[in-house]
């Protein structure tokens, strides 16, 4: 999981009984904004139609699943969401971004923690996630 300014990623095992991922993210959007808006955490600019639709600025309003197919795809994920912060500008380094379970990932040995890292050097290549965008649905 990763927590940014607009968006999250993560990945979730559900129940076999209960793959109603779509109220889930309802949920975690709506009691996440009631807790951030309680605390006066800053929004993103809304536009008036968005006004009128009683959107705020915390959230994407839309969101896309995929269903992880096997280890590789897993991977490739994780290591798409852990990726993500230095991506958008927000860290320059993976285990710079506070909000992230890489710092989790490192704990356990998943991940070293200079893992992408550009601390003193020059950043290295991004990895390449075209494959991983495509795959997404809204």
Known sequence: MVLLPDHVHMIW?????????????????????????????????VSPSRRRDRRCGVWQRRFWEHLIRDDNDFIRHCDYIHYNPVKHGLADCPHAWPYSSFHRFVQADVYPRDWRCACGAAPPPPPGFDDIAETARE
């Open 13 to 45: 095992t559900l129940p076999c009984d209960n793959a109603d991922f779509s109220r889930r993210m309802a949920l975690l959007k709506k009691e996440f904004t009631k807790g951030w808006r309680g605390l006066n955490g800053l929004e993103q600019p």
